[in-house]
């Protein structure tokens, strides 16, 4: 499975080298493009009435010229609009040589109702905001509501970070090469893609391979080899004991979410640990999850020293004061030797934001222990102002960098969550759904990583795989739901999961 996200950059090395190798050559690959173009175009659109086709002076332009060719052979009616002629010796110019439609300048055309629109002004190469002619006919393209299909990336957008650079097209249909760019999967470039389209143009696996990309599509082919598998001998403890911090008597929902979402990944214990205060009202509403007290950093000390359980949650519902703040030291030192991942959330964010750079050299993230950071957008920004203020980094290379400074791994919450580690290594949910932009999904979430992540997965992988079942839940579960329904739909997920996966 094609998993790898390339950047502009690391598409523009793929081609490169892909030329360079053979067997195919430029304008081989663009004539691919072109067709895989066309190819949409007819699926999409049969009874289209009218085919604009708009060429930029780039080799995006020439996947145009390829497509306008094909479409007209076909018996479209196709007009043809550039934006200046193609450099001399490039892919395109050979491409605008084989087509032998009339040219006619952009500034000359005008959306006609009935008609779709080819985008092939800017693809990879886009360096700024389109601007003159380029601009307007994306205005009035965007204005008149035409369909339009896309070449590469929506001219406009930048492929690396998703972002509008300015006016940019909005496209129904978006046909990309090889594989996806970050731009098409993080927001808001996903929206202006509209329906994205990955084909083939004859890119070896092994050419893409060599680029050496560290960002992937978060799907389960990522982590599945990895997805814990009990052994027929196994028993409670050893698949994993999760365990999770409660807070005071007013907020102890959220951290119930947080156990019944571990125990259902496959945890097998789960235990709350509760302030007395709290005791009773938790003690009411648990019946498989385990209930402990603890009454300060001394009673969680002793926790984790007879438990010694596999993986941790603290933020749901934890508070924010010098007690909770004192819990937290004992709980995220690496003073044990047992492997134990910390998943840290919520509160505990808030807590840590206080006085980043000592919790931070605070985190180990080696191979026994692992820390991870759930932050959402505003958590993020208190985190790590400075990353986030930057505005030259896309939201992936923020993860990145997060997760550098943090010695974690960092689960950037949002339509398009981000998980990313230390080295580098980051992956970009795809399965997000506003489904889950309800109080309580995120507790929800921490669970179901301190699950699986306490069954032995490793803590990148765990992370990938509870943001995507996470997801997945919601859309089984579909409209109305709230977070407690998250829980009850993993073992469906589950099951569908497993039972696609090899033995
Ligand atoms: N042989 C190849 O290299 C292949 C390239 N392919 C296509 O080639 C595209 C990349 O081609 P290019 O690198 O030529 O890039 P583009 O065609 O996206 O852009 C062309 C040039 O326009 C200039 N430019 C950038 N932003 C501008 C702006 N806002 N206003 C005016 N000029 C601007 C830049 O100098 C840029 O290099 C891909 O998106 C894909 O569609 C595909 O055909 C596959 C094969
Ligand atoms: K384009």
């Known amino acids: ?31 691919r493009a072109g067709a895989a173009v066309a190819d949409i175009v007819f699926e999409r659109f049969p009874d289209a009435g009218r085919i604009d086709v708009l060429c ?216 709350l640990l509760s302030p007395p205060a709290s005791l009773a009202v938790n003690a009411v509403h648990l019946t498989s999850i385990i209930l402990r007290r603890i009454d300060g950093p001394d009673d969680a000390q002793a926790f984790l020293d007879q438990r010694k359980p596999s993986a941790l949650v603290a933020g749901p519902g934890l508070g924010t004061d010098n007690d909770m703040a004192a819990l937290l030291a004992t709980v995220v030192q690496p003073a044990s030797a047992a492997r134990r991942v910390v998943v840290l959330d919520a509160d505990a964010l808030t807590i840590i934001a206080q006085e980043p750079a000592k919790w ?47 010695h974690s791994i960092i689960v950037y919450k949002g339509p398009d969550t981000v998980i990313a580690n230390p080295e580098g290594r980051a992956a970009i949910n795809s399965n997000g759904t506003p489904l889950l932009a309800t109080a309580g999904s995120g507790d929800v979430l921490s669970g179901i990583i301190a699950g699986l992540a306490g069954q032995g997965m490793s803590p990148f992988e765990a992370a990938c795989a509870g943001a995507w079942l996470h997801a997945e839940a919601a859309h089984t579960f579909g409209p109305g739901l709230i977070a407690e329904d998250l829980p009850s739909m993993l073992p469906r997920v589950l099951t569908r999961l497993l039972r696609q996966r090899a033995p």
């Open 360 to 406: 931070f050299g605070s985190f180990a993230l080696d191979g026994a222990h692992a820390t991870i950071l759930t932050p959402h957008e505003g958590e993020f920004g208190r985190l790590f102002p400075e990353i986030h203020a930057d505005k030259s980094l896309s939201k992936l290379e923020k993860a990145r960098a997060a997760a550098k400074s943090a």
């Open 1 to 31: 499975m094609a998993l790898e996200i390339l950047t502009p950059q690391e598409m523009g090395r793929v081609d490169r080298l892909a030329i360079k190798q053979g067997p195919l050559s430029g304008i081989a690959l663009m004539e």
């Open 56 to 271: 930029g002076p780039g080799n995006n332009g020439g996947d145009g010229y390829v497509a306008a060719t094909i479409l007209a052979a076909s018996g479209y009616h196709v007009a043809l609009w550039t934006d200046g002629d193609p450099r001399a010796g490039s892919d395109a110019e050979i491409a605008a040589r084989n087509c032998i439609l009339k040219r006619q300048p952009l500034e000359q055309y005008q959306p006609l109702p009935g008609g779709i629109v080819v985008d092939a002004l800017y693809g990879a190469g886009l360096e700024r905001p389109l601007q003159g002619t380029a601009r307007a006919v994306a205005e009035k393209v965007g204005a008149a509501g035409l369909p339009v299909v896309a070449v590469d990336l929506p001219s406009g957008l930048s492929g690396l970070s998703g972002e509008a650079l300015g006016t940019t097209f909005r496209a129904a249909v978006t046909v990309t090469f090889a594989r996806k760019k970050p731009g098409h999967l993080l927001y808001p470039g996903r929206a202006f893609c509209g329906e994205l389209v990955v084909r083939d143009i004859g890119i070896s696996d092994a050419v893409v391979k060599e680029i050496g990309s560290q960002t992937f599509e978060n799907l389960p082919a990522l982590w599945i080899d990895d997805f814990p598998r009990p052994p027929a001998d196994t028993y409670k403890y050893s698949r994993g004991h999760v365990g999770v911090f409660s807070g005071g008597p007013a907020a102890t929902g959220a951290a119930r979410l947080s156990a019944m979402a571990a125990a259902r990944s496959g945890a097998g214990a789960v235990t």
